[in-house]
């Protein structure tokens, strides 16, 4: 909430939408003109109360490439409890084309526990295990949210996750979090 006030810069519709209703926040996605804090502010604060409405704009925000704006997405959808909301997040999770902003989309399926979470978690970190690949703070993701989740599934990518420099202590340690 903060970063967003300091993103209004003093405008009267920021204390405007922090008091508003459900109703209220609702127009606010769906009015023409607004800045993306405004929309955000709505979004997030209608996801925390779990109004549905504001999914498809919390989808959004979580592959925004503002990394506080997609953590604050992902909260809000955790909050949420759309069914939809784990499916939405795989598919970011795995868009080869959107790796750069996959890391929150990685950390909501962990925290989502879902049947999308450990097939999506398997096939992003199998895509990162490249000794080069720039997106190894995903791939870490990946391989802790494993340990998290524990799916024996994750054993195979987990061990060759070990070969991988940056990411061989996580995944020792995820494996031994999953059942013999």
Do not use: K
Request: charged share 20%.
């Amino acid at each position: 909430m903060e970063r967003l006030r300091a993103e209004a810069a003093g405008s009267p519709e920021y204390e405007r939408l922090a008091a508003a209703e459900p109703d209220g926040l609702a127009a606010a996605l769906t009015s023409a003109g607004r800045p993306l804090w405004a929309r955000e502010l709505a979004a997030y604060r209608l996801g925390l109360a779990g109004d549905r409405r504001a999914f498809e704009a919390l989808v959004l925000l979580l592959n925004h490439r503002d990394p506080p704006r997609c953590a604050a997405a992902a909260r809000a959808l955790a909050a949420l409890g759309d069914p939809r909301t784990a499916r939405a997040a795989a598919a970011l999770a795995t868009n080869a084309l959107r790796t750069a902003y996959a890391l929150e989309p990685v950390r909501l399926l962990v925290a989502l526990r879902a049947p999308e979470s450990v097939p999506a978690l398997i096939t992003t970190l199998s895509r990162l295990l490249s000794p080069h690949d720039p997106y190894w703070r995903v791939a870490l993701a990946c391989v802790e949210g494993l340990g998290v989740l524990a799916d024996p599934a994750a054993r195979e990518v987990l061990g060759r996750a070990q070969a991988h420099p940056r990411l061989a202590v996580a995944a020792t340690r995820s494996l031994h979090l999953l059942p013999r």
